[in-house]
């Protein structure tokens, strides 16, 4: 008993930290698909937000001496930006070109890792940029010594896993208390019921795919902050991940965070089998823990999307001329 | 003067067709004017350039004597100018509240106040009579309470002056009644009215004063009180229009479509819609299946062309069992289908005149060589039909369906399924919103057929209808079919009766 107490203890950090990365991108790619623009370029807005993000903490950190959590709210920030302005590309070409939305978010995917990989080697000579530092929290006074919650939740936890609850908080509140809210969710079901109240389609959009950018910009960072402490020019496929997490969420944000915990489990679970032994004496192969969150993903999938409540107008660009 | 609106010689241009040319609208203080014209004449453009969805190229637009620009719909929201538009503009998934505040919301520390917006629409609704659950899905309601709500999200805004596109296309009868009666209200509440509508007797009812469009130019305005139906029937479409059909008594013959037990259950879910229907329809008679709205008459012909399986029951189509076929053989045994919604399962919206014309046939050698298209056949077969069947479109073979009128829509569908020269014509709902020249023309081409030697199964909601052109009506209730008569023995009210269910009868 206190040995699973123990294993749990070790590996619920982990899963908050991949649950807080998972949900935050899928929130983002919630507001843009919401109002009606597919987003599949958040693995490519998450490499760029992480390589910006992780070189500014490179260079404050080289020429700074400033509080290492100031650094990683300083490299959020600029991921964030990085990723707000990037989706911009993915926006114009949906939004005023009525290009294939699908088209224009591959080339995001194509054009960022080469991007980032030729940059990071031109600056540093290395194709990696590391991070080094290890910036996670190892104890808060008082938080960390409740019983079970303590360990769980503040200890070797993250800021970024904290800014990830307020955004969660936030983007619930404008979701659905807000006007906006109520008009990005009417723009990406019924974009001609929001036009003929004067509702301005265009900007709801744009406004609904930079929210994506910005939070899957964050999530790069996130990621390198939590995952690697370097950055090489991938993201491990959890702007994909991210995109099912959406989908099998039933593009609901509640939903979404639980489907985010699912696929947070079965990702750490596939990471360290080696450390929890009731799984290590289970004595099955490597490779079948690492397939374990993509076969999840499939079955997952496969159960949710019969029932599935995307947007009806999502992935339609608006042409107030059609009847 | 008091006049609220002007509209001063307005054109619109779409290419290829000039939709308004030189039109003069006026409307009155507190008064119903009705917009009457065929289909395409111009008159929903009209009121979408009033409304701001359209900009006008010439011409003027006056509000309560000023003149104004209107560039969308927020000059014309902010003008009070309202409109409920002929295909209602609802979020499915929002509550009828959403739906009404949205684009106009009230906040409070930048929050939505819902509760607030709640109870102003719930007095609206107790004001205005028009009864709808405010925490309702708009996809749970019926059509005639969405129109409730159009209205609502209209006066939620203040609106003085409210257009209505066709309102009455889709309801049943009765909301067709309720609606009169709540338009009647709000011109008592000092609203003026414009109402867009084919039914001559609508307008009779209500209508102060009636402007008449045909092809894009006003013909003149009337008062209602001094016009026939035939007057206006001929101002309309510039020749006398024939209300009385020409049709000698049926000659039926042998059987062409047996049915027998059919059960069907509803597309999600288990309730059975269709319960142990037996009938025959026989060549050389109009055999119309009447009933309200949602009695099953949608999903019984969805079981018998295909579209949806059925649990019990056989199809005999000239002794040939089709319930166990595909869509597509069915209709090669010889069924034509003229379906309910035209735009979703009769017509490719994004594609082509001609290509329209083809979708039942283009796989057949007729159309095709080793697999490519033969583009000259199909064309000359449009030109043909287009000849035929008098479809009207901007670009001949080459419009997009889209483009084209209601009535002209409905026309390539029934050109299409009666060139097939089917033993059995399929026909749910012919005449929905067309005008009253396009129903006259659909009704002969059906009675031709049965004249030919077809047997024509018609499904109908409009008692004028289906007394006028049956020979034989079956009424369905609650799945069943409830009664069969012969319409020149009975008169609309008993087939009233029948059809709200409160009577019963034999069926053979
Ligand atoms: N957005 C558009 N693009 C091109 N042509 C159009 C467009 N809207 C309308 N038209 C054309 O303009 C003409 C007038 O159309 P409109 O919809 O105003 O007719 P209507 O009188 O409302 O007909 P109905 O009774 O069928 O509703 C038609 O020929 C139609 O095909
Ligand atoms: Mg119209």
Not at chain 2, 477 to 486: A, I, K, P, R, T
Request: hydrophobic share 45%; charged share 25%.
């Amino acid at each position: 008993m206190i040995e699973l107490m123990n294993q749990l203890n070790f590996a619920f950090p982990y899963i908050i930290r991949a649950m807080a990365l998972l949900s935050v991108v899928a929130l983002g790619a919630l507001f843009s698909e919401r109002s009606g623009v597919v987003n599949i370029a958040l693995e490519g807005i998450m490499i760029m937000g992480a390589f910006a993000g992780a070189w500014t903490m490179i260079i404050v950190m080289n020429n700074f001496a400033i509080p290492r959590q100031w650094n990683a709210f300083i490299g959020l920030s600029v991921g964030a930006v990085t990723g707000l302005i990037f989706s911009l590309f993915h926006a114009f070409a949906a939004i005023h070109m009525k290009s294939n939305q699908i088209i224009s978010a591959t080339a995001l995917n194509f054009f960022a890792p080469a991007f980032a990989i030729f940059t990071a080697r031109a600056v540093t000579g290395d194709r990696a940029l590391n991070v080094r530092l290890d910036y996670s929290i190892r104890n808060i006074p008082i938080l960390s010594d409740i019983p079970i919650l303590g360990p769980w939740f503040f200890t070797n936890a993250y800021l970024s896993t904290f800014i990830a609850v307020f955004i969660f908080i936030v983007a619930y509140i404008v979701l659905y208390k807000t006007p906006f809210g109520l008009r990005l969710r009417s723009c990406g079901e019924n974009p001609h019921a929001a036009d003929s109240l004067g509702v301005n389609i265009y900007k709801i959009r744009y406004a609904g795919v930079m929210i994506s950018g910005a939070l899957a910009g964050l999530g790069g960072v996130m990621f390198v902050l939590s995952f690697s402490t370097r950055f090489d020019g991938a993201v491990a496929g959890f702007g994909f991940l991210s995109l099912a997490v959406l989908i099998s969420g039933q593009w609901k944000p509640i939903r979404l965070i639980l489907i985010a915990f699912l696929f947070a489990l079965f990702r750490v679970v596939s990471e360290i089998p080696d450390e929890l032994i009731g799984i290590r004496n289970l004595n099955l192969p490597q490779e079948i823990w690492r397939m374990l969150p993509f076969i999840a993903t499939l079955v997952i999938l496969a159960i949710t999307s019969k029932g599935s409540a995307a947007p009806r107008a999502v992935g339609e660009p608006f042409d107030a001329g059609k009847r | 003067m008091d006049y609220v609106i002007e509209m001063i010689d307005i054109t619109k241009e779409f290419p290829g067709i000039k939709a308004n040319d030189c039109v003069n609208f006026k409307l009155k203080k507190q008064e119903i004017h009705a917009l009457l014209g065929e289909n395409g004449a111009g008159k929903s453009t009209l009121m979408s350039v009033l409304f701001g969805l359209y900009q006008a190229d010439e011409g003027h637009i006056r509000v309560n004597g000023n003149d104004v620009h209107i560039r969308n719909p927020n000059d014309a929201n902010d003008l009070n100018i309202g409109m409920v538009h002929q295909h209602f503009k609802l979020v499915h998934n929002f509550t009828v509240t959403e739906n009404i505040i949205l684009g106009s919301e009230d906040t409070k520390y930048g929050l939505l106040t819902y509760k607030e917006a709640r109870e102003k629409i719930k007095e609206l609704s107790e004001r205005y009579k028009l009864r709808v659950n405010p925490d309702a899905k708009i996809e749970d309601i019926s059509v005639g309470q969405q129109q409730r709500v159009e209205i609502l999200k209209m006066l939620y805004r203040q609106a003085e002056i409210l257009i209505f596109d066709e309102p009455t296309a889709s309801l049943t009868p009765q909301e067709i009644e309720e609606l009169m009666k709540i338009l009647k209200g709000l011109t008592k509440e000092g609203k003026s009215i414009v109402l867009i509508t084919h039914k001559l007797n609508e307008i009779r009812e209500v209508a102060d004063r009636c402007t008449i469009l045909r092809k894009g130019k006003s013909i003149s305005t009337v008062e209602v009180k001094g016009t026939t139906n035939e007057e206006l029937a001929e101002m309309m479409v510039g020749r006398k229009v024939v209300f009385e059909l020409e049709k000698t008594k049926a000659k039926p013959k042998e059987t062409v479509l047996q049915v027998s037990n059919l059960t069907i259950k509803e597309k999600e879910g288990n309730k059975e819609v269709v319960r142990n229907v037996n009938f025959k329809a026989r060549r050389g008679e109009i055999l119309c299946i009447a009933g309200i709205e949602g009695n099953g008459q949608t999903e019984l012909i969805y079981g018998l062309v295909g579209m949806l399986p059925i649990k019990e029951g056989s199809i005999l189509l000239n002794d040939k069992e089709l319930s166990t076929l595909s869509i597509r053989k069915r209709s090669l045994s010889g069924v034509s289908h003229i379906p309910e919604d035209r735009q979703r399962h009769g017509l490719v919206l994004d594609f082509t005149l001609e290509n329209n014309l083809i979708l039942q046939n283009y796989f057949t050698s007729k159309y095709h060589h080793r697999g490519f298209l033969k583009f000259d056949t199909i064309r000359d077969n449009a030109e043909k039909m287009i000849d035929r069947f008098d479809i009207r479109s901007s670009r001949g073979p080459v419009s997009l369906a889209r483009s084209m009128s209601g009535g002209n829509q409905q026309k390539l569908i029934l050109g299409r399924e009666i060139d097939r020269n089917n033993d059995l014509l399929i026909a749910v709902q012919p005449t929905r919103g067309l005008d009253v020249g396009a129903i006259e023309f659909i009704h002969q081409q059906l009675i031709d057929q049965r004249d030919q030697g077809k047997a024509v199964l018609l499904v109908s909601l409009e008692l004028d209808e289906v007394m006028n052109l049956s020979d034989r009506i079956l009424v369905m209730y609650e799945g069943e079919l409830v009664g069969e008569l012969d319409p020149s023995k009975i008169d609309e009210k008993e087939l009233g009766l029948y059809m709200a269910g409160s009577k019963r009868g034999e069926v053979s």
